[in-house]
């Protein structure tokens, strides 16, 4: 029996809403199939909103299953209303070709198109050679224009204006479905939530074209914990083109995710165990998002950039678990820093630990505070940390039993961080 992709799918937070969910888990459970995203040629790259659909065809590529990515460089000639307040710029068929290659070259970083496993294809090869007549004696029959009406992604057009040519996106989509059930029996469609009207279409055209059954699965529309969409930033989208978003930019978008996103964003943009992830997010919040920032960037711009900017960025503010606290199968979890060079080192003399040493001299003496006062101030405030634990007491003393290897190390807030060695 194969892996239960569709409940990994489920575990994960991938299914939003599924045409039967029974007859898919069942299907997914008992053979080999053939399933297809269609990726838009929009833009000479995808965003971080492409990398659930990316990642669900990753999981079932894993399970033994056929992805199809699916360019769309007839469908781009178009353009998709979904989820658009206004009709898209029309492209010339040099830009689709050129984005196509681009969006194709991402793709294979993610899936092995070695022997078939998967496969790329461009909808352009049966949709533009189309007669228009033929197209809507055949196809367009098969369509009711007050069912139309009722999808979402036309009626949020309606009343700002919706092209015809716009109209006809849904025939097109759900041709494609068709023609990869036909032709690469293709049993599964898959996209974000704002396509269910596109898949149900094809799957219901499938069945009264071929009467082939065939299933559509949809993936939640991410937004952030403060409600905007996610991957969107003050400067812009968060590209997967390094050109477009700097890869340190890049890590840092993930690493400054809200709190409350870290667990969903590990479960959807990462292969960490469920278990793993429940256990960063409750030991040490930051550290789960260092390891989601390294994670997706070592998936998006491979190892050694992840290696590179991973560093850069613990030299530039601080690790979040110096001391390897916290267990993790991500490959995060075996770099090693020269923690001399990383974080100043202040030397202080070995008696002063002995006759005990106060907590609120040492931030004095570490440079982290300029006064006692101070310092008394941000252990109350909270921003005081000693080994990674904050400190809850002002008045505590540092005994050589505390620190049995004769170094700790002070973190000022999130960013400052000094160590102590006694000698």
Same mark, same amino acid.
């Given at each position: 029996?194969?892996?239960?992709?569709?409940?990994?799918?489920?575990? !994960?937070?991938?299914?939003?809403?599924?045409?039967?969910?029974?007859?898919?888990?069942?299907?997914?459970?008992?053979?080999?199939?053939?399933?297809?995203?269609?990726?838009?040629?929009?833009?000479?790259?995808?965003?971080?909103?492409?990398?659930?659909?990316?990642?669900?065809?990753?999981?079932?590529?894993?399970?033994?299953?056929?992805?199809?990515?699916?360019?769309?460089?007839?469908?781009?000639?178009?353009?998709?209303?979904?989820?658009?307040?206004?009709?898209? /710029?029309?492209?010339?068929?040099?830009?689709?070709?050129?984005?196509?290659? =681009?969006?194709?070259?991402?793709?294979? /970083?993610?899936?092995?198109?070695?022997?078939?496993?998967?496969?790329?294809?461009?909808?352009?090869?049966?949709?533009?050679?189309?007669?228009?007549?033929?197209?809507?004696?055949?196809?367009?029959?098969?369509?009711?224009?007050?069912?139309?009406?009722?999808?979402?992604?036309?009626?949020?057009?309606? %009343?700002?204006?919706?092209?015809?040519?716009?109209?006809?996106?849904?025939?097109?989509?759900?041709?494609?479905?068709?023609?990869?059930?036909?032709?690469?029996?293709?049993?599964?469609?898959?996209?974000?939530? %704002?396509?269910?009207?596109?898949?149900?279409?094809?799957?219901?055209?499938?069945?009264?074209?071929?009467?082939?059954?065939?299933?559509?699965?949809?993936?939640?529309?991410?937004?952030?914990? =403060?409600?905007?969409?996610?991957?969107?930033?003050?400067?812009?989208?968060?590209?997967?083109?390094?050109?477009?978003?700097?890869?340190? &930019?890049?890590?840092?978008?993930?690493?400054?995710?809200?709190?409350?996103?870290?667990?969903?964003?590990?479960?959807?943009?990462?292969?960490?165990?469920?278990?793993?992830?429940?256990?960063?997010?409750?030991?040490?919040?930051?550290?789960?998002?260092?390891?989601?920032?390294?994670?997706?960037? !070592?998936?998006?711009?491979?190892? &050694?950039?992840?290696?590179?900017?991973?560093?850069?960025?613990?030299?530039?503010?601080?690790?979040?678990?110096?001391?390897? !606290?916290?267990?993790?199968?991500? /490959? =995060?979890?075996?770099?090693?820093?020269?923690?001399?060079? %990383?974080?100043?080192?202040?030397?202080?003399?070995?008696?002063?630990?002995?006759?005990?040493?106060?907590?609120?001299?040492?931030?004095?003496?570490?440079?982290?505070?300029?006064?006692?006062?101070?310092?008394?101030?941000?252990?109350?405030?909270?921003?005081?940390?000693?080994?990674?634990?904050?400190?809850?007491?002002? %008045?505590?003393?540092?005994?050589?039993?505390?620190?049995?290897?004769?170094?700790?190390?002070?973190?000022?807030?999130?960013?400052?961080?000094?160590?102590?060695?006694?000698?």
């Amino acid at each position: 029996m194969k892996s239960n992709v569709f409940q990994i799918l489920k575990e !994960r937070g991938f299914i939003y809403q599924t045409t039967d969910d029974k007859a898919l888990e069942k299907l997914l459970v008992t053979k080999s199939i053939t399933a297809y995203i269609g990726f838009d040629a929009t833009a000479d790259s995808l965003h971080v909103g492409s990398l659930v659909p990316i990642m669900g065809l990753v999981h079932l590529q894993q399970a033994g299953h056929r992805p199809i990515a699916l360019l769309g460089g007839g469908t781009t000639m178009v353009g998709d209303p979904s989820g658009k307040t206004e009709m898209r /710029r029309m492209l010339t068929l040099e830009e689709i070709e050129a984005y196509g290659q =681009a969006i194709k070259s991402q793709l294979s /970083r993610f899936l092995s198109f070695d022997e078939g496993r998967a496969l790329m294809l461009n909808n352009a090869e049966w949709l533009l050679p189309l007669n228009y007549i033929e197209f809507l004696r055949d196809v367009g029959r098969h369509f009711s224009v007050n069912r139309m009406l009722t999808a979402e992604s036309i009626k949020q057009r309606l %009343d700002k204006g919706l092209s015809f040519i716009e109209f006809n996106y849904m025939l097109l989509q759900a041709y494609d479905f068709y023609v990869l059930a036909r032709d690469y029996d293709c049993e599964i469609q898959m996209g974000g939530q %704002d396509q269910w009207g596109n898949i149900v279409a094809g799957s219901d055209l499938t069945r009264r074209m071929m009467g082939k059954q065939v299933y559509g699965i949809t993936f939640p529309l991410l937004m952030s914990a =403060a409600g905007e969409k996610f991957g969107k930033t003050a400067a812009g989208a968060v590209w997967l083109d390094k050109a477009k978003t700097p890869v340190f &930019d890049f890590y840092q978008f993930w690493r400054n995710v809200d709190d409350q996103d870290v667990k969903k964003c590990l479960g959807l943009f990462t292969w960490l165990p469920s278990d793993e992830i429940e256990q960063l997010v409750s030991q040490n919040i930051n550290r789960a998002k260092e390891i989601l920032a390294f994670e997706v960037t !070592r998936a998006v711009h491979g190892e &050694d950039e992840a290696v590179r900017v991973y560093t850069a960025a613990i030299q530039q503010f601080g690790a979040s678990d110096p001391k390897g !606290r916290v267990q993790t199968s991500s /490959r =995060a979890g075996r770099i090693r820093f020269d923690m001399d060079v %990383d974080i100043p080192t202040i030397f202080l003399p070995l008696k002063d630990l002995e006759s005990g040493i106060w907590i609120v001299r040492l931030f004095v003496e570490a440079g982290l505070c300029r006064t006692n006062g101070e310092a008394r101030r941000l252990i109350g405030q909270g921003g005081g940390y000693l080994d990674d634990e904050p400190v809850v007491n002002a %008045d505590m003393e540092i005994t050589p039993e505390q620190v049995p290897n004769r170094e700790l190390i002070l973190k000022a807030g999130k960013k400052r961080m000094r160590k102590i060695r006694f000698q």
